[in-house]
């Protein structure tokens, strides 16, 4: 049974009716399932079982303390992409020797937190940031481990906001450049190369991309080898896909296989940084319906929950299933309704033509909304952001509290008199 399921025409979670929690923690709520967050967890790990491996989480996913602390308590490493992301995983109990810091901006406090944190791997965007990192290193005395982000030029065939590894986008470094600049990494002070990553982009559905991306990262590693710089680890990224609707991407087990099929008899661990594929379909956002507003071209369903809290349908016109907690509504007619929030913006919607049988009152879910749901959320409107909530069984956990307004102003002042 997954973790989300209808009980008795009512939407639960594990053991719990969505329902309730609503009732303890009021709407809009994220709502997480630490089943599912260790069951997408461990699809990996018995994927990987027998090899030199690591999966770093990537932390940007959701970063919500308990989720990292989930996680940690399984043996994950964590991918990171700020000094706040280290801060996070270190405070969540996660293992700053198995933290990898990718990101292509990372400034001289961050490289200095990390370094004194002893994380296994900067994954290094730039020359630019390769002298930085080797500076900084050089200057606390300490040598820092680092693997290139390399890009392979490869279509992840994504959206092209979550596409990262054409020669056209800003990340990694150009592949038929990396030779050099390991060459010159190697004679940098603070700096010991130890491995070889790329990230080719997000929601990917089908193996073939991943696994062009690693041919040709392991045809300069080979190269790399003959030029006696041996390394230790490959990292292919994350980037697998999750069904929002009817996507059918790959088990991870498929993917792992495949990657390691690849490796062959290399004497390389393999890192993988896994986001969505963890925490999307972990979560829900439930929202309830303000108002019903039909009009003649339209039908409107105004929900408390908007565009600030979960942007992803905004901003990429990303589709993610809206379902009803309560299922026995006979007495309603089913009507084609536009799932709105309150937000002063026509593009703040969370699903458009949805046929629900729905009363003002009533709530909804957004499924698959634990990765990339709360972590881009927003004060715009000063709205306050959403509490978020982990249930472990029959037991439910305010991870996060709902944000006060004294809270959100409690950073401004106004000009002194
Ligand atoms: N590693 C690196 C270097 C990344 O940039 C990302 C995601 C990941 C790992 C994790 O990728 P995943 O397994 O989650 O696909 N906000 C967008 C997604 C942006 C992804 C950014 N990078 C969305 O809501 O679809």
């Given at each position: 049974?997954?973790a989300f399921?209808?009980?008795?025409h009512?939407?639960?979670v594990e ?5 309730q929690?609503a009732e303890?923690?009021g709407t809009p709520c994220f709502v997480y399932?630490r089943?599912?967050?260790?069951d997408?967890?461990l699809?990996?790990e018995?994927a990987?079982s027998?090899?030199?491996?690591l999966i770093?989480?990537?932390v940007k ?5 308990a989720v ?8 994950a490493g964590?991918?990171i ?6 801060e ?5 109990g996660?293992d700053?020797?198995k933290v ?12 200095r937190?990390a370094?004194?944190?002893n994380?296994l791997c900067f994954?290094?965007e730039?020359e630019?940031?390769l002298?930085?990192?080797s500076?900084?290193a050089?200057?606390l005395?300490?040598t ?6 390399v ?10 906001y979550i596409?990262t590894g054409?020669k056209?986008?800003k990340?990694?470094i150009?592949?038929n450049?990396?030779l ?12 010991s ?15 073939a991309p991943?696994?062009?991306?690693v041919?040709?990262?392991?045809q ?6 003959e030029?006696?710089?041996?390394l230790t ?8 896909g999750v069904?929002y609707?009817?996507e ?5 087990s ?20 896994p ?11 439930l ?5 019903l507003?039909p009009?003649?071209h339209?039908?409107f369903?105004?929900?408390d929950?908007a565009?600030?809290d979960l942007?992803?349908?905004?901003l ?8 009803p ?6 007495d309603?007619?089913?009507y084609?309704?536009?799932v709105?929030g309150?937000?002063c913006?026509?593009g703040?919607?969370l ?7 729905i009363a ?5 879910a ?10 881009m959320?927003?004060?715009y409107n ?13 037991q439910?956990?305010?991870v996060r509290?709902?944000?006060?307004i004294?809270?959100?102003l409690?950073?401004e002042?106004?000009?002194p008199?």
């Open positions: 049974m997954t399921h209808y009980q008795d009512s939407l639960f053991e719990l009716p969505l329902s929690v303890q923690f399932s089943r599912a967050l260790q997408n967890f699809a990996y018995k990987f027998g090899s030199d491996h770093c989480y990537a996913a959701n970063s919500n303390l990292l602390n989930v996680l940690a308590k399984l043996g964590f991918d992409v700020s000094g706040g992301e280290l996070r995983v270190i405070r969540a996660g700053p020797a990898i810091f990718s990101g292509l901006g990372k400034t001289e406090d961050e490289i937190a370094l004194n944190a994380i994954n290094v730039s630019a940031e002298l930085r990192i500076a900084v050089d200057w005395g300490k820092a481990p680092i693997s290139l982000r890009n392979p030029d490869v279509d992840a065939g994504t959206h092209p596409s054409l056209e986008n990340f990694g150009d592949i450049r990396a050099s600049v390991y060459e010159q990494a190697k004679t940098l002070p603070g700096i190369i130890v491995g070889i990553d790329c990230h080719i982009g997000s929601q990917l559905t089908t193996v991943f696994l062009d991306a041919d040709r990262v392991l300069l590693v080979d190269t790399l080898s030029r006696g710089i041996k680890h490959i990292d292919v990224g994350g980037g697998l069904t609707r009817d059918t991407p790959p088990d991870p498929v993917l792992v296989s495949a990657v390691r099929d690849r490796l062959g008899d290399r004497a390389l661990g393999l890192i993988m940084e986001g969505r594929s963890i925490a999307a379909n972990a979560g829900v956002l929202t309830r319906v303000e108002f507003k009009t003649e339209k039908n369903a105004i929900v929950g565009m600030n942007l992803r349908p905004s990429y016109s990303a589709w993610q299933d809206i379902v907690v309560e299922t026995n509504r006979d309603i007619q089913s084609c309704y536009d709105v309150p937000v913006e026509s703040d919607f699903g458009k033509d949805r046929d629900l049988a003002a009152g009533d709530l909804l957004v499924k698959s909304a634990g990765a990339y749901g709360f972590v959320s927003s004060n000063t709205r306050n952001r959403a509490a978020e909530v982990m249930v472990d069984g029959a439910c956990h305010l509290q709902r944000e006060t004294d809270y959100q409690s950073l002042t106004v000009l008199e």
